[in-house]
């Protein structure tokens, strides 16, 4: 179905799981909040030409040459979790260590300035759960309250990075013919998924370590090996982003069953999927095909690097709670906390 995006589009990829409410619509509109297609849902033939140039700043050579700001902000993070696990006897490591490093560095690499990230981390949640999840009317209502500050905070950010004399990846958008909704609609989608989904992979990756009983799992996770073994087992085992949709664009025969077109699809991507199939491998956590995920390789490397460090600097640690809330949404997973203490 990957392979195959004129059949199988990708056309849903960003619509609301649960219909948004007649009031939720007015408050979006009056921020004139939309989401034209562009990357992730766009399947018209703009969509190679803007996938190049938003490919142009998350090259393999520009994530090879962050990796020592990666380990900075890491080794940053997690001495400051190091010295609470030392004067309070425990620490969030998703707020202390997995939170901000994919935000900072995301800003960073499209060229925008680093503020607002406790914002931009709130807002990013919120519109998770208003697109993926299942709020009721009131909860809804909420989100979408904070999508809307989110999108005219975005606009500004674009308004600026368009008229700045340095390379912005929305200057070189707009250089390619992109209009305002049209940089916002990407904006939206890129500052959330860019970050939010990895912040979410470091914290199952950590819940996992921390969850470990085996006494040398710190040890074994603390060298780059072992840090990017954890990373992939959590990648094709319980994803950040374990399903993506896609929609039948006309009818279409799949496994000796016709599917009418407009048929919603939702696939899962990894995970173990119960006991009749095979795991899958981690090669499909971010895709295949046309539309495969464009921060691949940074996020791996974000992770390994994050989970790699905390690891090398935290004293070995048990989870101080075994059983915290998840995020579980249609297309996102990880744990909210993963508060440690010293074993
Ligand atoms: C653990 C972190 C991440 C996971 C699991 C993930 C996963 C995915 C998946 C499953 C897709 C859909 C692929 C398809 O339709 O074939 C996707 C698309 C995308 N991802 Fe990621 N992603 C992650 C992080 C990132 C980061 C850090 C960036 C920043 C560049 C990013 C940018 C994108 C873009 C731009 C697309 C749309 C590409 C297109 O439609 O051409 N993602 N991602």
Redesign the pocket.
């Known amino acids: 179905m990957?392979h195959d995006p004129v059949a199988f589009g990708?056309a849903n990829?960003l619509v609301a799981v649960k219909p948004l409410t007649g009031p939720s619509l007015r408050l979006l509109q009056r921020a004139r909040f939309a989401l034209p297609p562009i990357?992730?849902?766009?399947a018209d033939d703009r969509?190679a030409g803007?996938?190049r140039v938003?490919g142009s700043?998350?090259t393999p050579a520009t994530v090879a040459a962050i990796e020592p700001r990666i380990r900075e902000l890491a080794r940053a993070a997690v001495t400051v979790a190091a010295r609470a696990v030392d004067e309070d006897g425990s620490v969030d490591l998703v707020e202390a260590v997995a939170a901000r490093p994919?935000a900072i560095l995301?800003l960073e690499?499209l060229g925008l300035p680093v503020r607002d990230v406790a914002q931009l981390k709130t807002w990013s949640r919120e519109s998770l759960e208003l697109f993926w999840g299942w709020p009721d009317d009131e909860r809804q209502l909420r989100l979408a309250g904070g999508a809307a500050e989110f999108y005219t905070w975005l606009r500004t950010v674009v308004r600026e990075a368009v008229g700045a004399d340095r390379r912005t990846l929305f200057g070189s958008l707009a250089e390619h013919g992109l209009s305002t909704p049209e940089l916002c609609s990407?904006g939206y989608?890129?500052l959330i998924?860019?970050?939010e989904?990895?912040t979410?992979?470091i914290s199952t990756a950590l819940f996992r370590l921390a969850a470990n009983p085996d006494p040398d799992a710190w040890r074994k996770v603390a060298t780059p090996a072992g840090a990017s073994a954890l990373v992939r087992r959590v990648?094709a085992t319980e994803?950040?982003?374990p399903t993506?949709r896609?929609v039948t664009t006309r009818a279409v025969e799949l496994d000796g069953e016709t599917l009418p077109a407009g048929c919603e699809i939702l696939l899962e991507?990894t995970g173990n999927h119960g006991t009749r199939a095979r795991p899958t491998a981690y090669s499909?956590?971010?895709?295949?095909?046309?539309?495969?995920?464009?921060?691949?390789k940074?996020?791996?490397l974000?992770?390994t690097v994050v989970v790699q460090e905390t690891a090398r600097t935290l004293p070995p640690c048990r989870l101080g709670d075994a059983s915290p809330e998840w995020t579980r949404l249609l297309?996102f997973q990880s744990p909210r906390t993963v508060t440690v203490t010293r074993r």
């Open positions: 990957l990708p990829a990357l992730a849902s766009n969509h803007i996938r938003v700043f998350f994919p995301m690499l990407l989608f890129l998924a860019g970050q989904t990895t979410q992979l990648l994803s950040s982003v993506w896609r991507l499909l956590a971010f895709g295949s095909g046309i539309h495969r995920c464009l921060g691949a940074l996020a791996e974000e992770a297309s």
